[in-house]
């Protein structure tokens, strides 16, 4: 549960076609479903919003810097500057919207799928992939202090391809 609200699957943006849309507001329309969706987690659905979530959800699980999806709005005609995308992606993510992931210490990618998983930094393409089954990678977390828990284990494994 984030201060906005119960978390919820962004990538059901538009799978749901019209099953639920009685119950969460979702009719299969992605346009509408974005809208539904940020209003589910106490977002306003500004023509910004909705329109950088439909960018993001209708894709499935990806993986996207602020730069990338900026580049993504200039292609799609979306009038918006790279401060209001990161101040959505931020809201998005306090949302529990998107995961944010750290790479380097400078490079921050977002996240569609909010689950708990890991990743493979690809270091020569600068790509982040979500490691499948990966469980059982952390073996034992040290003790917490008092006061104080675990909110979440981020694992990035870099890869590059090997020397010949």
Not at 26 to 33: A, E, I, K, M, S
Not at 34 to 44: D, H, I, S, T
Request: net charge neutral; with cysteine.
């Amino acid at each position: 549960m984030s201060e906005f609200g119960p978390r919820i699957n962004p990538n059901q943006v538009s799978a749901d076609a019209g099953r639920n849309a009685s119950v969460d507001g979702r009719n299969g329309c992605p346009w509408h479903d974005v809208q539904a969706l940020l209003r589910e987690v106490g977002l306003r659905p500004t023509r910004q919003r909705v329109a950088l979530g439909w960018l993001l959800f209708a894709k499935g699980d990806r993986h996207l810097t602020a730069e990338m999806l900026y580049e993504e709005a200039s292609r799609a005609k979306i009038a918006v500057s790279l401060a209001t995308i990161y101040n959505t992606l931020h809201q998005f993510t306090s949302a529990g919207l998107l995961r944010e992931v750290t790479v380097n210490g400078s490079k921050t990618y977002f996240d569609t799928n909010v689950s708990d998983h890991h990743h493979f930094f690809i270091e020569n393409e600068h790509n982040l992939v979500d490691i499948p089954g990966a469980d059982s990678i952390v073996g034992q977390l040290p003790p917490v202090p008092d006061g104080y828990e675990i909110s979440r284990v981020d694992v990035v494994v870099r890869l590059r391809p090997k020397r010949r």
